[in-house]
């Protein structure tokens, strides 16, 4: 199974910075990785699948790259709907498909 | 509308079975493979159980395989999940996805969520 490590658990910043989340894989996932963002009390939303890809209605300033086993999810601008905990997925190796810990993006 | 709406959850003992539901709707829910994903209480997401767009091919996490089942009635626009043998650990808010691709097994990532059913084992 790929273990998909998150970093850094929790991240402050405020709104109009930007911000740099990663995610390690524990072996290659080549570009088969998504990112989604969840909100309280709401179920996860689609952000970036592999590894680039934004989905459908996902502004611009959220972006991923990343190959292999280091990837990034950059929000260029935070917005105050931003501030959100995103988990980084894999489908290279299916099943399982698996998810990382989470990044708590939290207003400083 | 295009939405998913889970059913079914709720209270049972150690060792009990619960069926959850997922009906589809403002989509073609034949084309599409589906899933489930589960989030234990104030913790992470963790993958469940997919099935494919006619139901002929299915696969499941380790920690359910051969205690819980995937199928679907194409018929019914709904996606189903029995499980048994059920544990403590198995409580969660179970989230009924779609693939993002209409393909027969989808490509593993989800792009719809329903608003979750909470499945709580205890006695």
């Known amino acids: 199974e790929i273990v998909l490590t998150q970093s850094p658990a929790t991240l402050s910043l405020s709104p109009g910075e930007r911000a740099t989340l990663s995610c390690r894989a524990s072996?290659?996932?080549?570009?088969?990785l998504a990112w989604y963002q969840q909100k309280p009390g709401q179920a996860p939303r689609l952000l970036i699948y592999?590894?680039?890809n934004r989905a459908t209605g996902i502004p611009a300033r959220f972006s991923g790259s990343g190959s292999g086993t280091d990837f990034t999810l950059t929000i260029s601008t935070l917005e105050p709907g931003d501030f959100a905990v995103y988990y980084c997925?894999?489908?290279?190796?299916?099943?399982?498909?698996?998810f990382g810990q989470g990044t708590r993006l939290e207003i400083k | 509308q295009v939405q998913l709406v889970e059913s079914g959850g709720g209270v049972v003992q150690p060792g009990g079975s619960l069926r959850l539901s997922c009906a589809a709707s403002?989509?073609?829910?034949?084309?599409?493979?589906m899933h489930w994903v589960r989030q234990a209480p104030g913790k992470g997401l963790e993958w469940v159980a997919d099935i494919s767009y006619d139901g002929r091919n299915t696969y499941y996490g380790d920690s359910v395989k051969g205690r819980f089942t995937i199928s679907r009635d194409n018929s019914k626009n709904t996606v189903y999940l029995q499980m048994n043998s059920l544990r403590a650990e198995d409580t969660a808010l179970y989230y009924c996805s779609r693939d993002l691709k209409d393909t027969t097994m989808g490509v593993g990532y989800f792009d719809l969520w329903g608003r979750g059913t909470l499945v709580t084992v205890s006695s």
């Open positions: 997925q894999q489908r290279s190796t299916w099943p399982p498909i698996t």
């Open positions: 072996q290659s996932v080549s570009s088969y």
């Open positions: 403002g989509f073609t829910f034949s084309s599409y493979a």
């Open positions: 592999d590894a680039s």
